[in-house]
């Protein structure tokens, strides 16, 4: 009797997801630097007033395109084949869309372009990436642990409280990697700590142009998990370094590389 190849079936490897939840809200289009001419036109967004400008300008919105970007490029470099990352980019704005659904980055050529309109649909974008993250054809229970990052510049639409405690306290969402990235003091970090492990997973850009340094860390942090003995341990990254040896040097020459990646 002969052997059928065709009934041999290839075991899953297991995967790193990595799920973003970005605010492209109208407030996203606030001009943080650059050349530009004040215009006197006013208008009310997000319940604050702002002013137009005419120039070569440096918004919220690009510093968070850039810093995407730049975390995508990180793990396209490190090329693991044994612990992949996947990703997911969710926007919550004038709609809540999943521009990027789950997927191994070294199948993306590119990630979409961010363009911030809208409101802040919060509740929203919390229950469809839950509903993901419970679909097991999507994320399998063989996966290691998502890492989910909510990023966020300002107070979001209202009704959002029980879809977050929903997020954080039951099911498969409960048990996530949970970071945040508070953009400018408009940002709501009450209800952004809610969201995260614990305190030193809240990360603040004051600036737009530190968003960058909160995207390297969490980039890196996700890089330790996947050299760790057990990535589902969910260890801050200077203690999972000091751990393990193996883990330090690797994280040294991933430093190295990606370094000119968050430099815009």
Same mark, same amino acid.
């Given at each position: ?61 690009? !510093? ?23 990703? /997911? ?32 649909? $919060? ?23 998502? !890492? ?33 990235? /508070?953009? /400018? ?11 995260? $492990?614990?305190?030193?997973?809240? $990360? ?8 960058? *340094? ?8 996700? $890089? ?24 330090? *040097? ?15």
């Amino acid at each position: 009797m002969g052997f059928d190849v065709s009934k041999i079936t290839q075991s899953k490897v297991r995967s790193m997801p990595v799920i973003l939840l970005l605010d492209v809200s109208d407030s996203m289009n606030i001009v943080e630097s650059g050349e530009f001419v004040r215009t006197g036109r006013f208008a009310e967004k997000d319940g604050h007033k702002v002013e137009f400008v005419e120039g070569n300008t440096i918004r919220r919105i690009d !510093c968070l395109n850039k810093s995407v970007k730049a975390m995508f490029q990180s793990f396209k470099l490190q090329a693991d084949k044994e612990l992949p990352v996947q990703m /997911s980019v969710f926007t919550f704005g004038e709609t809540v869309e999943q521009i990027m659904p789950l997927t191994d980055v070294q199948e993306v050529f590119s990630m979409p372009e961010l363009h911030a309109c809208g409101d802040t649909p $919060l509740k929203e974008v919390l229950e469809q990436s839950k509903a993901m993250i419970e679909d097991r054809s999507q994320i399998s229970s063989k996966d290691y642990k998502p !890492c989910v990052v909510l990023v966020s510049d300002g107070e979001a639409n209202p009704g959002w409280e029980d879809a977050l405690e929903t997020f954080i306290t039951d099911g498969r969402s409960s048990k996530c990697d949970r970071w945040a990235v /508070s953009i /400018s003091k408009d940002a709501d970090k009450k209800m952004l700590s809610k969201f995260v $492990l614990n305190e030193e997973q809240l $990360l603040e850009a004051d600036k737009a142009d530190t968003i960058a *340094e909160c995207f390297k860390l969490i980039t890196m942090s996700v $890089l330790a998990r996947t050299k760790t003995q057990n990535p589902n341990d969910l260890v801050p990254l200077s203690s999972s370094a000091q751990a393990d040896s193996s883990v330090s *040097e690797f994280m040294k020459e991933q430093e190295a590389r990606i370094a000119t990646l968050f430099q815009f």
